[in-house]
Antibody, heavy 118, light 106 residues
Framework: EVQLVETGGGLIQPGGSLRLSCAAS????????MSWVRQAPGEGLEWVSV???????YYADFVRGRFTISRDNFENTLYLQMNRLRAEDTAVYYC????????????WGKGTAVTVSS | IQLTQSPSFLSATVGDRVSITCRAS??????LVWYQQKPGKAPNLLIY???TLQSGVPSRFSGSGSGTEFTLTISSLQPDDSATYYC?????????FGRGTRLEIK
């Protein structure tokens, strides 16, 4: 079964760091575009980052320099390292297979909630 | 590229034909996707390439348009269609979403 499962969310103080994980099954992360999308409470969807199969990455302006997307091919897992967290980063973070026009996001995890608060 | 969805809220009756519009601030060709999201759930891909129905999605859903104006149509509304619908452009980075249309079934 094709599936994504995110873990690693929680409550973190402003300025802190957190690493989200997204374990894939039924397909290989390194052969696909993989993205992170977030949704603040009561708000819409907001694209965060994408990782291409060739290793190329793109970030939304509001996370560039603070967040890093990566993968572990052996573990078949996607990661999002989040540093210097701000209150406005509070959201449910979803990982998804796909990203660019050639591969729209067709498989999504259930999401992991991140709350940045003192 | 900014995406403007209208309306932001829609209330309709089972069996109605409903349409949601998404306007892009720049030409995005046909690089538009539609998602359905129910409360507490991840988005579900409905339409990609502006008009191609994702496998497993009921045929009452359809998409049209190109360039800067796009439409998602539900031909005969069902109770299970109560959700928020988002358009999403993949033409250029940063890839963006519309603000969503909440569809209520009367």
């Amino acid at each position: 079964e094709v599936q994504l499962v995110e873990t690693g969310g929680g409550l973190i103080q402003p300025g802190g760091s957190l690493r989200l994980s997204c374990a894939a099954s039924g397909f290989t992360v390194n052969s696909n575009y993989m993205s992170w999308v977030r949704q603040a409470p009561g708000e819409g969807l907001e694209w965060v980052s994408v990782l291409y199969s060739d290793g190329f990455t793109y970030y939304a302006d509001f996370v560039r320099g603070r967040f890093t997307i990566s993968r572990d091919n052996f573990e078949n897992t996607l990661y999002l390292q989040m540093n210097r967290l701000r209150a406005e980063d509070t959201a449910v973070y979803y990982c998804a297979r796909g990203g660019p026009a050639a591969a729209p996001m067709d498989v999504w995890g259930k999401g992991t909630a991140v709350t940045v608060s003192s | 590229i900014q995406l403007t969805q209208s309306p932001s809220f829609l209330s309709a009756t089972v069996g109605d034909r409903v349409s949601i519009t998404c306007r892009a601030s720049h030409d995005i060709s046909s690089k538009l996707v539609w998602y359905q999201q129910k409360p507490g759930k991840a988005p579900n891909l409905l339409i990609y390439g502006a008009s191609t129905l994702q496998s497993g999605v009921p045929s009452r859903f359809s998409g049209s348009g190109s360039g800067t104006e796009f439409t998602l149509t539900i031909s005969s509304l069902q109770p299970d269609d109560s959700a928020t619908y988002y358009c999403h452009q993949l033409k250029s980075y940063p890839i963006t979403f519309g603000r969503g249309t909440r569809l209520e079934i009367k």
